[in-house]
């Protein structure tokens, strides 16, 4: 038999792959000589309680285990495979949180109908060598009487915050508790929800969490589109306008790499490429890439600059960034 690896572990090691519990295998194949495992994938822990959570990373940690956590709302796509990869290669013990959090929707949003798939977001996650999915209810995570929220002013008051009241303490808020029972560990976000993942570098800083949180580059279709759960509530000719933000970004990036620097200038290239697609637009915004803070237009901006976007197309609110200074164009040359 050739030598395979079962999740890292060599079989010899294991003696026999068929002493491993059933449920943990999704492909093994029967050959000759013995087993082929090289189509191993596991099947991850799936736990709904909070402290069996806690109890399962403390044991990987005990294990010697570097514990890494990417919190998502499920309907998983490539995006969320790419930061499990991720993590995967910054840890030996890697959990997916899976729930869609109602306290970061507004009141008329998308909660209800948001996807939910949780059945096949384990089996994705499984095999991208994820250990563990923690997929709790809203009782569990919101139990009656309970007073707690989490705010982290100042960055999560321009861009999303302004459309979206709340959302932002929702989010620090239910990170907070993922943190409070992950412990020590990496946890990787999306660059695609910029302001987000800056909203939970400084919540960490700030209550000291044992977490170092790393964001990860945007994943995008092929014609530069950000892969987002909401993408699917797009028709046809959604699609195709939705196909225009990547273009209108990577118009903005060719702009300042061609040496502009006016705040309104950068701005403005995006906004009238989207403005053409819209049916209507929350905000196209030039920012500092740390503070968030808006540039006005007669403002220059400095070495790096974040061009931030939110539209409404058909039923979906699309968001996207790029750092100019920083990212490439999403896409290649505008086609128009
Ligand atoms: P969500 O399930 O939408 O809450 O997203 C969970 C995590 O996946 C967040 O950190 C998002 O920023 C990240 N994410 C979502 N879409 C993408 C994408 N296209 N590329 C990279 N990360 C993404």
Do not use: W
């Not at 570097?66 to 709302?73: D, S």
């Not at 800083?205 to 790393?214: A, G, K």
């Not at 000719?237 to 933000?245: C, K, P, Q």
Request: proline letters at 6%.
């Amino acid at each position: 038999m050739e030598p395979c690896v079962v999740s890292g572990i060599p079989c010899q090691v294991l003696a026999d792959a068929r002493f491993l519990p059933a449920q943990r295998i999704l492909a093994c194949v029967s050959t000759r000589q013995g087993f082929d495992c090289t189509m191993v994938s596991r099947s991850p822990l799936i736990l709904d309680q909070p402290e069996a959570f806690r109890a399962a990373l403390d044991q990987a940690r005990r294990d010697g285990k570097r514990v890494g956590l990417v919190p998502t709302m499920g309907a998983l796509h490539e995006g969320h495979l790419a930061l499990v990869t991720e993590a995967r290669s910054r840890a030996s013990f890697v959990a997916v949180t899976v729930f869609v959090n109602p306290t970061q929707f507004g009141p008329n949003e998308d909660y209800s109908r948001y996807p939910r798939t949780l059945e096949r977001d384990v089996a994705l996650c499984g095999s991208v060598g994820a250990d563990c999915v923690f997929a709790p209810d809203v009782k569990t995570m919101y139990p009656d009487g309970e007073l707690t929220r989490v705010r982290v002013d100042s960055i999560s008051v321009p861009l999303c915050g302004v459309t979206r009241p709340g959302h932002f303490e929702g989010v620090a808020t239910i990170v907070a508790k993922y943190f409070a029972l992950s412990g020590a560990c990496v946890a990787v976000f999306g660059r695609k929800d910029y302001q987000q993942l800056k909203v939970i570098e400084r919540m960490a800083r700030d209550l000291l969490f044992p977490v170092e949180v790393v964001g990860f580059p945007t994943v995008r279709e092929p014609d530069g589109l950000a892969m987002s759960s909401r993408n699917r509530y797009l028709s046809e000719d959604a699609r195709a306008r939705a196909a225009h933000i990547p273009r209108a970004l990577s118009a903005s990036v060719r702009l300042f790499e061609a040496g502009e620097r006016g705040a309104g200038a950068l701005r403005q290239c995006a906004l009238e490429r989207i403005q053409r697609i819209a049916d209507s637009i929350d905000y196209v915004e030039v920012a500092d890439p740390d503070s968030l803070r808006l540039y006005e237009s007669g403002e220059h901006v400095g070495e790096r600059a974040l061009v931030a976007l939110a539209i409404r197309i058909g039923p979906a609110r699309l968001i996207d960034n790029v750092v100019l200074g920083e990212d490439a164009a999403p896409c290649g040359e505008e086609a128009g």
